[in-house]
Nanobody, 118 residues
Framework: QVQVVESGGGLVQAGGSLRLSCAAS????????INWYRQAPGNQRELVAA???????NYADSVKGRFTISRDNAKDTVYLQMNSLKPEDTGTYYC????????????WGKGTLVTVSS
């Protein structure tokens, strides 16, 4: 069973920055697509950013130019650098590790809370 653990959340003022980390306990971490989702109270979970095993990235329109996803396969870790944070970025951020070709094989972390004050 692969464990996925997020860290780095906290309270920050609008305009500030945070870096989230997602660590996974698998020796084949490098092949997994890693997705960052967030969920604000009362809202559906939404995809914020993703990175493939090959390093291709994509972002939600709402975070383009402010968030950067990257991975360090030597550390089995993916990072989400969040700059110019806005109150609407508030929510619980979840990391999802998805096997690239074994459909249905995916793992979720428990989430880390990000609160952006105005």
């Amino acid at each position: 069973q692969v464990q996925v653990v997020e860290s780095g959340g906290g309270l920050v003022q609008a305009g500030g920055s945070l870096r989230l980390s997602c660590a996974a306990s698998t020796s084949i971490f490098s092949i997994y697509r890693i997705n960052w989702y967030r969920q604000a109270p009362g809202n559906q979970r939404e995809l914020v950013a993703a990175i493939t095993g090959g390093g291709n990235t994509n972002y939600a329109d709402s975070v383009k130019g402010r968030f950067t996803i990257s991975r360090d396969n030597a550390k089995d870790t993916v990072y989400l650098q969040m700059n110019s944070l806005k109150p609407e970025d508030t929510g619980t951020y979840y990391c999802n590790a998805k096997h690239p070709w074994m459909g249905g094989v995916e793992y979720w972390g428990k989430g880390t809370l990000v609160t952006v004050s105005s």
